[in-house]
């Protein structure tokens, strides 16, 4: 009985702590059909993801990655609790036959499709449409048993952030299914890829309203304590960049 307690506390803890989920799927074109492959993907798009009552799929091109090839694409379908995300991208009456006969030819490969739920406590997102058209994403592979060290840091900085008055917008997602659930993955947004460069963001300002928030030291004693939870292999950086014409519209 005990057990079956702290079984249901888990669940309505874990549910509280997230909301809204994604999917999403690396395409791969085949060779000298890249545009083919666009056009093939922003006519579907139009006529089967740009209503209100149609699935939403958003389209990035990968600029840099350290997990596929720089002309692939990355299609995300997206819902707001696990129930409202379309599988495989929807059911609309002749959105199969019509991928077949104008996308799937031109594709060389996907990958298996991983479906991630969003932290809240780790996300602070302010963003509106495509001013931050980029997404710096990091994937993060956590020791079994170390969430809280690794998350620790990332669930304060939204408090930081607000504190520090800047303006920094971040996602945090965990995997739920299609991959390891030890999979973390963070997005942090930039109007281009200039809004990394060194000494252009504003992490000192956070750093030091995190300091002040929860103590002196703690901004580095809390990141040594994340990087400490992560395991040797699955860790990677990707740089997207959003094609608003290939996706639903945005809200």
Do not use: C
Not at 30 to 46: A, F, R, S, V, Y
Not at 87 to 105: F, I, L, T
Not at 141 to 162: M, T
């Amino acid at each position: 009985m005990k057990n079956l307690f702290l079984l249901i506390i888990f669940f309505i803890g874990y549910n509280l702590s997230y909301s809204q989920v994604i999917s999403y799927r690396y395409i791969q074109p085949k060779k000298g059909h890249g545009q083919d492959l666009i056009k093939g993907l922003e006519n579907k798009t139009k006529k089967y993801n740009s209503k209100d009552s149609d699935p939403r799929i958003y389209t990035f091109a990968i600029r840099a990655s350290q997990r596929g090839n720089m002309q692939g694409l990355l299609r995300m379908t997206y819902g707001e609790t696990l129930g409202d995300l379309p599988m495989g991208g929807g059911n609309q009456p002749g959105m199969r036959d019509y991928w077949m006969e104008n996308v799937d030819k031109y594709i060389e490969s996907t990958s298996s499709s991983e479906i991630f739920r969003r932290r809240e406590a780790a996300t602070h997102n302010d963003a509106v449409g495509t001013d931050k058209p980029f997404r710096w994403v990091i994937h993060y592979n956590i020791r079994h048993g170390h969430q809280d060290k690794f998350w620790k840091v990332r669930d304060n900085l939204p408090k930081a952030i607000e504190k520090a008055g800047v303006d920094f917008d971040i996602n945090s997602f965990n995997s739920w299914a299609g991959g390891q659930r030890q999979h973390a993955r963070i997005v942090i947004f930039g109007e281009n890829p200039g809004s990394w460069d060194d000494g252009s963001g504003e992490w000192s300002k956070i750093r030091d309203a995190y300091n002040e928030i929860y103590g002196d030291g703690s901004w580095e004693i809390d990141w040594e304590l994340s990087n400490s939870s992560l395991l040797d292999y699955g860790n990677s950086t990707e740089l997207l960049e959003f094609l608003p014409e290939l996706s639903s519209p945005l809200n």
